[in-house]
C-alpha cells in the first residue's frame, strides 16, 4: 500500500516523498509534511501549499479523503481501493508480500568451526541469517546462503590432541597431563569411542596420525551441525573448505599487490591504512599463513563470483577484524562497500531467573540442540529473531513454554488458530467467502484490515534496513489488534459474518506469511 501511494506522488512531484503513518488513525493512513519542504521553493506557507494539494487529490480512487492538517497533507484509503487490495492477496496467497526487486548477494553465516556442537551464540547468527535470507528471497534478491568451513589451522590441529587425549583418559584409563586448551564434552567421548571402535586402540596412541582423527573428526561434527541447523530449519546452499583454498595463495598474494609487505621474515597487511590498529600480519617467519590469511584468499574467492553484493554474518567478538578484511577486498581490486558485515551479539539465557545450566555434551558452553529440546524449534527462532542483532539479548525459556499472552510465539500462533476455528464453525462456503465485498466495515475492523495489509512494507523494510526484529515486532502488534477484534465482535451468526470472515482470512495470511519468514509454520489449531 505504501508504494502505491508513495509513486503515486512521486510521480505528481517528480521526486521521493516522505510517507509517514500518523499516529493517531483518525488522520488518516498516511500523511507526508512535503508542503513544509516545498514553501521555501514557492514561497508559500505550507497550510496554503498542503491545503492546495488536498484539493488537487480530489478525483483519485485511491483514496476515500485527503485533508491539510497544520500542513501536513493526510490520505484516507478508499474502502474500494483496500476491498481490492484485501481480495488481491488472498488470491495470491503466499505470493503476498513478494517483489521484483534484482541484484545477486551472496550470504555467509554461521560459519561455526567443525570442532564442536554449535552454541546458543552460532544459533542467533543462523536465525538472523536464515531470517534475512527468507526476507531477501521473498523480496526477489538471488541469493546464496554459504558456510564457511574453517578446516585449516590451529584448531583443526587441536582436534587431533583432543581426540587422543580423550580417548586414552576415557577409554585406555591412561593419566593424562592436560593441555591449557583443548576440546571436551561428552561429544569428545562419542568421538573417541568411534574412533576406537572403526580404527582401533593404536589409533589413539600414534600421534602420527593426529592429523588423520582430526579430518575425520571434523567431518563427523560437521554432519552434526548440519542436522543441527536443520532442526531449526536452517539450511545453507553451498559450503566452502578453507583447507581447500590455499593452493591459491600465491596467486592471490601477488593480487595484493603493494597491500602486502615482508618486514624481520613477516609478511604484513597493511590494514592501518583502512582503521585497524596497525597492520596484521598473514604470514608468520616460518611461512605458516594466519587465521587472517584464509579470510584473504576465502574473499577473493567469493568476490570473483561476481556476486553484486556480499553480507558477513560474524559474532561480535569480530569487529576489530572488519576493517582488516575490507583493507584486504580493497587491495584485490574490488570496492569495499560490495562488503557488508552484520554482528551478532552474546545471549545470556535464563531458567526460572537462573542462570541455564552447561551441557555436560558441550562441555563449557550451552549447545543449542539442548535449549532446542527445551522450547522447540519456533520459540527458539522468534526469541533469537525479536532483537536487534547486534544488541545483547537475555531470555528466559520458561517463559517460552507458558501458553498465554506472555509468550509472544503462543500468541500469535493462537491468533492464527482461532481464525481457522472460525472458519471451521462457518456454514458459509469459501467461495461466497472470499467473492464477499469489504466496503463498509467498522472503524474497528477498517483498522484490522489496514495493519494486516501493511505485511509487504514490513518485509521491506525489515530486509532493507537489516533489522528483522521488525517483522516479530509487527505479528505481535497484528495478533494482539485481533485478539481484541476477536473478543469485542461477534462473527458467526451476524448478518456480516462473510465480510468479518474475509477481513480474519487476511489477517490470517499475513500472520502466516510472517511466521513463514521467520522460519516457523503457522497452526491451525492449538
Known sequence: MKQRVSALLRDKFNCDVVLEKPKDRSFGHFSTPIAFSLSKELRKSPMIIAEEIANSFADEEMFGAVESVKGYINFRLSESFLNEYASWALSHGEEFGCAEKKGTVLLEFVSANPTGPLHIGHARGAVYGDTLLRLGRHLGYDITAEYYVNDAGNQIDLLGVSLQLEGRSSLLGEEIEWPEKYYRGEYMSDLARDVFEQFGEEALRDESRQKELALWAKDKILALIVDDLAGVNVHFDTFVSEASLYGEWDRVMAKMGEGVYVDEGKTFIRSSEFGDDHDRVVVREDGRPTYLAGDIIYHNQKLERGYEHYINIWGADHHGY???????????????????????????????????????????????????????????????????????????????????????????????????????????????????????????????????????????????????????????????KLHKFYYD??????????????????????????????????????
Do not use: W
Open 322 to 480: 572488519i576493517a582488516r578484511v575490507k583493507a584486504a577486498v580493497t587491495f584485490l581490486g574490488y570496492d569495499s562497500e560490495k562488503l557488508e558485515v552484520q554482528l551478532s551479539q552474546m545471549v545470556s539465557l535464563l531458567k526460572d531467573g537462573e542462570p541455564f545450566k552447561m551441557s555436560k555434551r558441550a562441555g563449557t558452553v550451552i549447545q543449542m540442540g539442548d535449549v532446542v529440546e527445551e522450547i522447540g524449534s519456533d520459540a527458539l527462532r522468534f526469541m533469537f529473531a525479536s532483537k536487534k542483532c547486534d544488541t545483547a539479548l537475555e531470555f528466559d525459556i520458561e517463559e517460552l513454554k507458558r501458553q498465554d499472552s506472555s509468550n509472544p510465539i503462543y500468541y500469535i500462533q493462537y491468533a492464527h488458530a482461532r481464525i481457522q476455528t472460525l472458519i471451521s464453525k462457518s456454514e458459509i462456503e469459501m467461495e461466497t467467502i472470499m467473492g464477499t465485498s469489504l466496503v463498509g466495515l467498522s472503524g474497528d475492523a477498517d483498522g484490522l484490515l489496514f495493519e494486516a495489509l501493511l505485511l509487504p512494507e514490513i518485509i521491506d523494510d525489515a530486509y532493507e534496513s537489516r533489522q528483522v526484529q521488525k517483522l516479530p515486532d509487527y505479528l505481535k502488534a497484528l495478533a494482539a
Open 489 to 526: 465482535t461477534r462473527v458467526i451468526g451476524e448478518a456480516d459474518e462473510a465480510k468479518l470472515l474475509k477481513l480474519l482470512l487476511v489477517v490470517a495470511l499475513s500472520l502466516k506469511t510472517g511466521l513463514s519468514l521467520l522460519g516457523i509454520q503457522a497452526k491451525d489449531r492449538m
